[in-house]
């Protein structure tokens, strides 16, 4: 019933941009937090950037920080994850998920979403 599609994946040059989206169905959209993961080949599961519910609150990994911005729409059931300046290391495939918290903010534990995305391959060619 829940179903969370990413789009917007694709080839870029070192220093280019992509806009990734996440479109939710089958929740109450504004009473999840909402955040991105990433896995490159060989390495597990990798905290990206989080959204609170409100979308009030942010956070990103440290790596990311200055390059990417994550936003939502409430009213539109959307996601996104604005990369800038991107690097052959963001090489991964990007998934969004969803967590039910209590508290209005964001988590970068994967074991706090219950729902994922299949993901969305980001190559980045130096």
């Known amino acids: 019933q829940v179903q969370l599609v990413e789009s917007g994946g694709g080839l870029v040059q070192a220093g280019g941009s992509l806009r990734l989206s996440c479109t939710a169905s089958?929740?109450?959209?504004?009473?999840?937090?909402m955040g991105w993961f990433r896995q490159a080949p060989g390495k597990e599961r990798e905290f990206v950037a989080t959204?609170?519910?409100?979308?009030?609150?942010?956070y990103y990994e440290d790596s990311v920080k200055g390059r990417f911005t994550i936003s939502r729409d409430n009213a539109k059931n959307t996601m996104v994850l604005q990369m800038n300046s991107l690097k052959p290391e963001d090489t991964a495939v990007y998934s969004c998920?969803?967590?039910?918290?209590?508290?209005?903010?964001?988590?970068?534990?994967?074991?706090?979403?219950?729902?994922w995305g299949q993901g969305t391959q980001v190559t980045v060619s130096s």
């Open positions: 089958g929740l109450t959209f504004s009473r999840y937090t």
């Open positions: 959204i609170s519910r409100s979308g009030g609150s942010t």
């Open positions: 998920a969803a967590a039910y918290i209590i508290f209005d903010r964001g988590s970068s534990r994967p074991n706090e979403y219950g729902f």
